[in-house]
């Protein structure tokens, strides 16, 4: 029998190719070796969006962008966060062991108490109880299905290891009822660099949209930053934001050719950039249409949701049952 991989992604903007190779490749390319489950992070995802028609959009959004880039729902469990009740019940219970402390230390709840200290506000100002507690539920989702490996991006691994913590503490209290998982992260795309050369993040508004019109994908390429130096002259590539995202699409040959000629002299931003929206549309124009196809047809996703929310509750019931057995609670299960 396989072992499990899981991983979700959060319905909070449109679907960008940082997302793609930080987390969908890697995760689409587990599913050979792995039993699969893929879910749509909706309820996570309260923390920040609090429009119901935003939230919707987005969350169908991501159901068409997995799709479209070749999900096959024959081989993996591709269900909505909210569609399974006992991720709810076993983040109470998780709850119960995870320490203030260790919340208290995880990134995204210090970056905001950090911001706050410097602005001369209250440390807690605006902070709400779902982003203190996200690593709880990040946690539930992850060991409801005795998950063995996790992909996530660096920026994540801390939320991954906190899930460690609490499944060992848990383990140590009663016995060894939850699966402890490990993380799986691709050194090589770690970071993806956005337009500016940070980390490709809508927060930043420096990403490039994986399936946006023509017109708009080129934009953004073209407002990738570069430095001042003309086509003749040597440049680093390791230094540049366009050759950050073009090795990543391009074939290992091509690549190569083009670290040469950016050493040697003889390269120009401006054609680089053309060369890299030609690839990024060779890429995905088709994936593109297969998306907007399915962003026509909401109804046909909702079924594809619910359908493995059914395959996936089928592994999460009998390790819930063991978890309330093993703390002591009774009920109808």
């Known amino acids: ?38 879910f749509i992070a909706d309820y996570h995802a309260l923390t920040t969006v609090k429009n119901k028609k935003e939230l919707e ?13 070749g999900l096959n729902l024959e081989e993996v469990i591709f269900y909505r966060q909210s569609d399974i009740p006992e ?29 706050n200290v410097a602005a001369g506000r209250e440390e ?4 709400n109880s779902g982003l203190y507690t996200y690593p709880i539920l990040m946690a539930a989702d992850i060991l409801l299905f ?15 290891e906190i899930t460690r913590d609490v499944a060992m503490t848990f383990n140590k209290t009663y016995r060894e009822v939850l699966v402890v998982p490990e993380a799986v992260i691709r050194k090589e795309v770690m970071t993806i660099s956005g337009l500016d050369g940070r980390k490709m993040s809508k927060s930043y508004n420096n ?27 040597p440049k680093d590539p390791d230094e540049c934001n366009v050759f950050a995202i073009y090795r990543h ?18 390269l120009g931003y401006g054609d680089m950039k053309n060369e890299l929206y030609e690839l990024l549309e060779s890429t995905f124009s088709k994936q593109r249409e297969q998306y907007n196809a399915l962003m026509e047809n909401r109804n046909e996703l909702d079924k594809v ?7 996936a509750r089928d592994i999460a019931v009998p390790i819930l049952v063991k978890v309330r057995k093993a703390v002591g609670v009774t009920g109808s299960r």
């Open 1 to 38: 029998m396989k072992q499990i991989a899981l991983t979700g992604i959060k319905p909070t903007g449109q679907p960008h190719i940082g997302n793609y190779l930080g987390m969908i490749k890697p995760a689409l390319e587990l599913a050979e070796d792995y039993q699969a489950l893929y």
């Open 305 to 311: 949701l619910e359908q493995g929310a059914e395959k």
């Open 124 to 127: 807690d100002k605006n902070i």
């Open 57 to 69: 959009e987005l969350t169908y959004q991501v159901a068409a962008t997995w799709l479209a880039l």
């Open 87 to 115: 991720v709810f019940e076993l983040s109470w219970v998780l709850a119960c062991f995870t320490s203030k402390g260790l919340l208290n230390r995880a990134h995204a709840y210090k970056t905001l108490v950090d911001e």
């Open 207 to 233: 990403v490039i949209p994986l399936f946006a019109q023509s017109n708009q994908v080129r934009k953004q390429v073209m407002r990738i930053v570069t430095d001042s130096k003309r086509p003749e002259e």
């Open 146 to 160: 005795g998950t063995h490996i996790v992909p996530v991006g660096f920026d994540q691994k801390q939320h991954l």
């Open 249 to 266: 699409f391009a074939d290992a040959d091509a690549v190569e050719a083009k670290r040469r000629l950016y050493l040697d002299g003889g």
